[in-house]
C-alpha cells in the first residue's frame, strides 16, 4: 500500500497539471476512474473464477494480478512520460507539515472539496465491506449469488462516470454532483426498504424471489449510478482549490487528499466493526444474527450513508462553478 502511495500521488496530481481546461480535467478524471473500476471488476471476476480453487487459486490470482499490475504501470509511466515533460515543475523547497496546515487551512475551496470527499469515501466505504454481509445475511442470498450481484454496481459505476462526466461539461460539476448523489440518496433508501428473499427456495425458484431478486439488482444499479460521483466529481473539483493558490502546489494538495481517502476509509472500516459487534452481530452465526445485528446492517447500507452523502451537498453550498465548465 505505501508503493501504491508513492504511484498514485504523483499520477492523481498530473490531471491539475497537463491541462488548465476545467472540462478536460474532469474528462482526464473520468478516464482516470474508468480504468479503476475496469480494473476492479476484473479483480472481482477474477476472485470468482479462481478463488473457490483453494490454494492453487489463490496462487494463479497472484501471478495473474501481479503480472497485471507491473505491465499496465509501466505502461501508463511510459504513455505519460512525454506529456509530463510539459507539466509545471516542483519549487525543490519542501515545506514542513506546520506550513502545509496553514497553508490548507487557508484555503476554503480545499477544505469544501476536502469535506466532500471525507464523508463521500465514508458512505461509500461503508456501504462495500457490508454489501456482502446484507445479501447474505439481510437478503438471504446464496453465498454463490453474492459476488457476482456486485458487479451490476461496478457496471452502472462505470456507466455513470461517463454519464456524470457529460453532465458536468454541459451542466456544471456541482450540477452532476446534486444529481448523482440524489440517486445514490434514493439507491440507500431503496436497500434499507427491501423485502429479503425466501431463503429456502432458489433465488429464481418462486415468483416472489424473482420480484424481490430484480428489485435488489435496480437497487444496486441506481446506487453504482450515484456512487460514481464520490470517484468523479471531488477530483475533479480538486484542480480549482490547487489554482486558488498562488504557488498552485498540485502535489501538496494531492497528497493531502489521498491522506483523506485514507482517513476516510480507516474511519469507515472502524466504525463499521465497532457498530456490528455492538449490535450483536456475530460471524459464527451466519445466517441466524439478532434483529439488533439485522437492523444496523440495513443502518449501514441506508440511513447513515444518506445522512453523509447529505451533508456533503451541504459542504458544497455556495461553490463558485460561476461557468468554469464552459471553459475550452
Known amino acids: 500500500m505505501a508503493l501504491y502511495t508513492c504511484v498514485n500521488l504523483p499520477y492523481s496530481a498530473l490531471a491539475a497539471e497537463l491541462t488548465s481546461s476545467t472540462q478536460l480535467r474532469t474528462q482526464l478524471n473520468a478516464s482516470r476512474f474508468t480504468g479503476s473500476i475496469l480494473a476492479g471488476l476484473a479483480g472481482l471476476v477474477l476472485g470468482a473464477l479462481l478463488v473457490g480453487q483453494g490454494a492453487e487459486g489463490y496462487l494463479r490470482m497472484g501471478w495473474v494480478s501481479g503480472l497485471t499490475l507491473t505491465v499496465f504501470t509501466l505502461l501508463c509511466c511510459w504513455g505519460l512520460a512525454p506529456f509530463a515533460r510539459n507539466c509545471q515543475r516542483p519549487t525543490g523547497h519542501p515545506e514542513p507539515i506546520r506550513r502545509q496546515l496553514q497553508r490548507i487551512s487557508a484555503n476554503p475551496r480545499f477544505l469544501k472539496v476536502l469535506g466532500l470527499y471525507l464523508l463521500l469515501w465514508c458512505a461509500l466505504q461503508l456501504m462495500q465491506p457490508v454489501s456482502l454481509i446484507f445479501l447474505a445475511v439481510v437478503m438471504q442470498l446464496p453465498e454463490s449469488w453474492s459476488t457476482w450481484i456486485l458487479i451490476p454496481f461496478q457496471l452502472s459505476a462505470l456507466a455513470g462516470l461517463q454519464l456524470w462526466s457529460r453532465v458536468a461539461g454541459r451542466h456544471g460539476r456541482v450540477c452532476a454532483l446534486r444529481w448523482g448523489t440524489g440517486l445514490w440518496i434514493a439507491g440507500c433508501l431503496g436497500a434499507s426498504l427491501l423485502v429479503p ?132
Request: glycine share 12%.
Open 197 to 328: 428473499l425466501d431463503g429456502s427456495t432458489a433465488p429464481l425458484g418462486s415468483f416472489s424471489n424473482g420480484i424481490s431478486l430484480g428489485l435488489l439488482v435496480l437497487t444496486i444499479m441506481v446506487t453504482g449510478l450515484g456512487a460514481s460521483t464520490a470517484y468523479l466529481i471531488p477530483w475533479a473539483l480538486l484542480p480549482d482549490a490547487i489554482d486558488a493558490d498562488p504557488d498552485k502546489p498540485a502535489g501538496l494538495y494531492t497528497a493531502w487528499m489521498v491522506v483523506t481517502q485514507k482517513l476516510g476509509i480507516g474511519v469507515a472500516v472502524f466504525a463499521l466493526g465497532n457498530g456490528l459487534s455492538l449490535s450483536g452481530y456475530q460471524a459464527s452465526l451466519e445466517l441466524a444474527q439478532p434483529t439488533t445485528a439485522l437492523t444496523t446492517i440495513r443502518l449501514c447500507m441506508g440511513l447513515i450513508p444518506a445522512v453523509l452523502i447529505a451533508a456533503g451537498l451541504l459542504v458544497m453550498r455556495r461553490w463558485p462553478e460561476k461557468g468554469l465548465h464552459r471553459q475550452p
